[in-house]
């Protein structure tokens, strides 16, 4: 079992930065992939960015350029760094977790605001 828990999230205005953490505790030998999603009411989940346990990245095209994912593999932490935010990033931000078994774990969740 593999137990995600998010932090990080709250109210920034436009154009500002915020880091969003996710702990990894538990079984993380078998976690091949860790993903970030973010939704809001009435949308579908979108992926926001992927890091896999050798480091390799990729981010989803509306946040290419503004947001960069990493690991720190000390700590069983995976990090989300967003800047120059906007309106449109406003969501409920969670920490996904894929495994070698095709199993997949989740956090709770963060919210991030983004308003003036």
């Known amino acids: 079992q593999v137990q995600l828990v998010e932090s990080g999230g709250g109210l920034v205005q436009p154009g500002g930065s915020m880091r969003l953490s996710c702990a990894a505790s538990?079984?993380?030998?078998?976690?091949?992939?860790i993903n970030w999603f973010r939704q809001t009411p009435g949308k579908q989940r979108e992926l926001v960015a992927t890091?896999?346990?050798?480091?390799?990245?990729n981010y989803g095209d509306s946040v290419k350029g503004r947001i960069t994912i990493s690991r720190d593999n000390a700590k069983n932490t995976v990090y989300l760094q967003m800047n120059s935010l906007k309106p449109m990033d406003t969501a409920v931000y969670y920490c996904?977790?894929?495994?070698?078994?095709?199993?997949?774990?989740w956090g709770q969740g963060t919210q991030v605001t983004v308003s003036s």
């Open positions: 996904n977790g894929h495994d070698s078994y095709d199993s997949d774990y």
């Open positions: 538990g079984s993380m030998f078998s976690i091949n992939v």
């Open positions: 890091i896999t346990r050798d480091g390799r990245t």
